[in-house]
């Protein structure tokens, strides 16, 4: 099955680094005209369009994506990438840090979906792809501000999808699992308690940005058409039976 993304144009919030750099690197790879949004940008030589764009801003957000369509004419995939964690129990949770998450990882998915929907609807085609998380299937303690966005973000996608199956724009939800970041930590913790993370998972290795890359390139392919609003689980299998590590032997 050849996956043909060439000439298409992408577009990838949170993509000047992290997960969402690897995302924008590996659609590069693909064939795609691809356009980067961030707050910020490192200094390197892109091989894609940057623009700074505040996804919790309407007018940055709409500034961003006429300016796409001023350049490319069209939009063919957005990624809704860009997000945050805050952490917290909800009896210490700042109110301005709870909200600032939701701001961020749900009013950014709004924003820029709302922008794009007529360029797409005057296309009678388009792919749109939210990051939601595995905290919005089973959240963790402390996690309420963050798995709260998530689970938003899921009801929000089958919601657009409805809205927009008439005119053949798909739009699906993915949840990683444990990608290793700068924002987790999860590979500079003791090795004990990577341990312990590692051993719910039925695939028992840290995620890779990769792993995440390859399931979006099929669901902004041709061949995933009749597949909208869903949430697609990427986590390793996390959780899918109640020890995973037992088949490890540990």
Excluded at 3 to 18: C, M
Excluded at 103 to 122: E, H, R, T, W
Aim: proline residues 3%.
């Amino acid at each position: 099955m050849l996956i043909d993304h060439t000439g298409k144009i992408v577009v990838v919030s949170g993509g000047g680094r992290g997960i969402g750099r690897s995302i924008v690197d590996r659609f590069v790879a693909e064939g795609s005209r691809v356009v980067a949004l961030d707050l910020a940008f490192e200094a390197d030589a892109a091989d894609h369009d940057q623009l700074v764009c505040d996804v919790t801003d309407p007018e940055s957000v709409r500034q961003a994506v006429a300016a796409i369509v001023e350049r490319h004419s069209r939009i063919d995939v957005l990624i809704n990438n860009a997000g945050i964690n805050v952490e917290g129990k909800v009896e210490d949770l700042d109110w301005a840090r709870f909200r600032s998450c939701l701001d961020v990882n749900v009013g950014g998915v709004f924003l820029l979906s709302q922008a794009v929907i007529p360029i797409m609807k005057s296309q009678h085609s388009g792919r749109i792809i939210n990051a939601a998380s595995f905290a919005a299937i089973v959240p963790s303690i402390g996690s309420a501000a963050y798995s709260a966005s998530k689970a938003a973000v899921v009801q929000f996608t089958r919601v657009l999808a409805g809205e927009l199956g008439p005119w053949n724009i798909t739009v699906n939800a993915y949840a990683p699992g444990m990608v290793p970041t700068a924002m987790n930590g999860f590979a500079e913790m003791p090795q004990a308690a990577q341990d312990r993370l590692l051993d719910t998972l039925s695939l028992r290795r840290w995620e890779s940005a990769d792993d995440v890359a390859d399931l979006l390139v099929f669901l902004a392919g041709d061949q995933a058409g009749y597949i909208t609003g869903t949430l697609v689980d990427v986590s390793g299998g996390k959780l899918a039976t109640q020890i995973p590590s037992r088949a490890y032997g540990s």
